[in-house]
T-cell receptor, first 115, second 109 residues
Framework: IAGITQAPTSQILAAGRRMTLRCTQD?????MYWYRQDLGLGLRLIHY???????GKGEVPDGYSVSRANTDDFPLTLASAVPSQTSVYFC??????????????FGEGSRLTVL | GQNIDQPTEMTATEGAIVQINCTYQ??????LFWYQQHAGEAPTFLSY??LDGLEEKGRFSSFLSRSKGYSYLLLKELQMKDSASYLC??????????WGAGTKLIIKP
């Protein structure tokens, strides 16, 4: 089934630990995104990638890094997790050839708790 | 700054009609999206408006007024499965999406 797969779906992590959230899509979309969703706030963009080999910073990039070695994969790494990074993380993709109207396709989310 | 405002929560009755409003202030404007998000699930696309007016898609319609910075999502013949959060998002001049916090819609029998 085509779509976006995120892993893990849920994780409890000790503060200070390193964590990588994985994201894979099979729709051959050029653009990929990482958002965090917190209660009472809108989705906030962490990092994005318009095409393989390029990445950019979003609204809340501090404490996070990404890489885009190929079209399909877009992992998000927390180098040293802090409790404020407790959130639900969504990976998304879109066809950047249709930038203005490009619908976002979301993964099922990764719920991360940092203690 | 850029901002999206929408009500936090709304309640409606099964079979009725509900209108969820959204106002936006963005640096430039390239369109307005509505997404549906069931609890514990991913957001899914509902509609996109870039021109003024009403776009109808089955039981759901979305309206845009660019001059007023205003949009609404209209849901007709409400069903229990429509209980979800509805996210409004505006595309700014840099083609970045600015998201509202979402409106939680509760449907009562």
């Amino acid at each position: 089934i085509a779509g976006i797969t995120q892993a893990p779906t849920s994780q409890i992590l000790a503060a200070g630990r390193r964590m990588t959230l994985r994201c894979t899509q099979d729709m051959r979309h050029n653009a990929m995104y990482w958002y965090r969703q917190d209660l009472g706030l809108g989705l906030r963009l962490i990092h994005y990638s318009n095409t393989a080999g390029t990445t950019g910073k979003g609204e809340v990039p501090d404490g996070y890094s990404v890489s885009r070695a190929n079209t399909d994969d877009f992992p998000l790494t927390l180098a040293s997790a802090v409790p404020s990074q407790t959130s639900v993380y969504f990976c998304a993709s879109s066809d950047s050839n249709d930038r203005a109207t490009g619908e976002l396709f979301f993964g099922e989310g990764s719920r991360l708790t940092v203690l | 700054g850029q901002n999206i405002d929408q009500p936090t929560e709304m309640t409606a009755t099964e079979g009725a009609i509900v209108q969820i409003n959204c106002t936006y202030q963005t640096s430039g404007f390239n369109g307005l999206f509505w997404y549906q998000q069931h609890a514990g699930e991913a957001p899914t696309f509902l509609s996109y408006n870039v021109l003024d007016g009403l776009e109808e898609k089955g039981r759901f319609s979305s309206f845009l007024s660019r001059s007023k910075g205003y949009s609404y999502l209209l849901l007709k013949e409400l069903q229990m499965k429509d209980s979800a959060s509805y996210l409004c998002a505006a595309l700014d001049s840099n083609y970045q999406l600015i998201w509202g916090a979402g409106t939680k819609l509760i449907i009562k029998p």
